[in-house]
């Protein structure tokens, strides 16, 4: 029913709400017992003052204690009206009353305990210390003593025990109803606490159990497992997190079939070939001349450079693809490469024109730009009809060089443009390979611009064909530093033309 995890968390809990409940209880108890004793010493220390004056004011009426000492009744109608009533009594009128008062007949009233006003609980000594009122019960050691001066001159001592000593029996069931009650609200809350804490610790548990599952499903190399979402709490987003790891493992495991499939495709075309020109000479269907062999030549050159580019997307995801970047002027270095094939693209009737902002510098590979200008020559060369044109501007903006380059028609679909740097994505399932493309080109392009630092986003041109966007950071605005400075192409798997 718990998980582990639910039942640590369900042990951790109770744990500290009965520690924390037992303290709550026993200071709690402490602090009413405390309480009530102080409030027990407060209340007799007011009644003891008063009692006092009253006795100092009886005995300068009277001149001595023999008002007490020949009334008993005058003694227990003193305390009760001192003790009991909030309100000072009057001493004469207390000395000159025979019996209590009607409304005092049925005993004290006070809010102290009985035990508080019984008249056994006192005792009154003159000025030498014999017993005035308190005869039968002598002096205790367990009293306390309050001297009673009138005029600068002891008449006597008022005697008195502690609060402390004379909690009755129904003051002990006041106390034990306290701490009963307080016993009762402790439990109720501990009682509710471990029910949340089994709720909680269920909850908790059968989520992990639910995360641990998929895990281990992934594991096992089955991604199509989705974990349902609940709220928007971090358990939430943490199986989000695993949704989409499951989704980008199974998109990795069909990308990396689907790329093996196109690179045996695309090894075995240049393989067939030389196989039936061998054959053919074998057979003495072609001669053994230097065409024969120029042609063999070109295949095998072609499935050197494909096996050379996927060498070098092979380092791409493995993040090893390396190069020394060193301050480049990307305006000289652009240019040169454009005219170099000016000519080779007007065999091929495409004009060139450019726009070259210079002196823009920028942290570089002269040797790996100079392969990214070819694969976009290449791109453009192979899919821009004759007679057409590129445009190539290099401009400033901010901090960053933008390259802009632009071929003329055919385009490329807006839905597509996302696709367009994916290996051996070619927009046609039936374009042949009559451009010599193994649609690698533009994938490379792509782990070219990451091993700069710098992006490429396709979008659409107005001369009707497609137009890259290529972001570099100029050399000091946050550039990578020079001087060998390995930089790892993170390729994202984008999108590719032949």
Not at 188 to 213: E, Q
């Amino acid at each position: 029913m718990f998980s582990r995890l639910g039942l640590k968390l369900f042990g951790a809990i109770l744990l500290v709400n009965v520690v924390l409940g037992a303290v709550v209880f026993f200071m709690a108890a402490r602090s009413i017992d405390d309480d009530f004793l102080d409030y027990l010493r407060r209340t007799q220390k007011e009644r003891i003052d008063t009692l006092s004056d009253t006795l100092v004011e009886g005995y300068a009426l009277h001149g001595s204690w023999a008002w007490l000492g020949d009334n008993r009744n005058a003694w227990r109608d003193v305390l009760r009206l001192t003790l009991a009533p909030r309100d000072r009594p009057d001493a004469a009128g207390a000395v000159s009353q025979k019996s209590p008062p009607e409304h005092h007949a049925g005993g004290p009233s006070s809010d102290l305990p009985r035990s508080m006003v019984d008249p056994r609980q006192f005792v009154l000594l003159d000025a030498r210390g014999q017993p005035v009122i308190g005869g039968v019960h002598q002096p205790r050691n367990d009293m306390n003593y309050r001297a009673l001066v009138l005029d600068g001159t002891t008449i006597g001592q008022l005697g008195y025990r502690a609060p402390d000593n004379m909690i009755s029996s129904i003051d002990q069931v006041f106390l034990h109803r306290q701490l009963r009650n307080l016993g009762i609200i402790t439990g109720v809350m501990l009682l509710t606490s471990l029910l949340l804490a089994g709720g909680l610790a269920w909850w908790l548990g059968r989520r992990t159990r639910d995360m641990a599952l998929a895990t281990r499903t992934i594991a096992r190399g089955d991604y199509s497992i989705r974990l349902r979402l609940r709220g928007r709490d971090e358990l939430s987003r943490l199986s989000e997190d695993i949704n989409a790891l499951a989704q980008s493992l199974e998109y990795n495991r069909q990308s990396r079939q689907q790329w093996v499939a196109d690179i045996a495709h695309e090894l075995r075309t240049p393989l067939a070939i030389l196989k039936g020109e061998i054959e053919a000479m074998q057979d003495g269907v072609r001669a053994l001349d230097g065409k024969s062999l120029q042609s063999l030549n070109q295949e095998v050159d072609h499935l050197s450079q494909l096996i050379e580019d996927l060498r070098l997307l092979a380092q791409s995801d493995a993040r090893t693809l390396e190069t020394p970047l060193d301050r480049l002027d990307l305006s000289t270095h652009l240019q040169s490469q454009l005219e170099e094939s000016r000519e080779w693209l007007d065999e091929r009737g495409i004009t060139l024109v450019t726009h070259i902002a210079p002196g823009l510098m920028i942290q570089g590979s002269a040797h790996r730009l100079r392969q990214l200008w070819h694969n976009l020559l290449s791109n453009t060369q192979a899919y821009t009809d004759a007679p057409g044109c590129l445009h190539v501007t290099l401009l400033r903006q901010d901090d960053k060089a933008v390259v802009i380059w632009e071929d003329s028609a055919p385009g490329v679909a807006p839905t597509e443009q996302h696709r367009l740097t994916e290996r051996l994505f070619r927009i046609e399932g039936s374009r042949n390979r009559r451009h010599g493309g193994s649609g690698l080109g533009l994938s490379i392009a792509s782990a070219l611009i990451h091993l700069h630092g710098a992006h490429m986003t396709p979008q659409d041109t107005p001369l009707g064909g497609l137009c890259w966007r290529l972001v570099f950071m100029l050399d000091g605005h946050g550039t990578p530093a020079k001087n060998d400075h390995r930089i790892s192409a993170s390729h994202h798997h984008g999108k590719t033309l032949p």
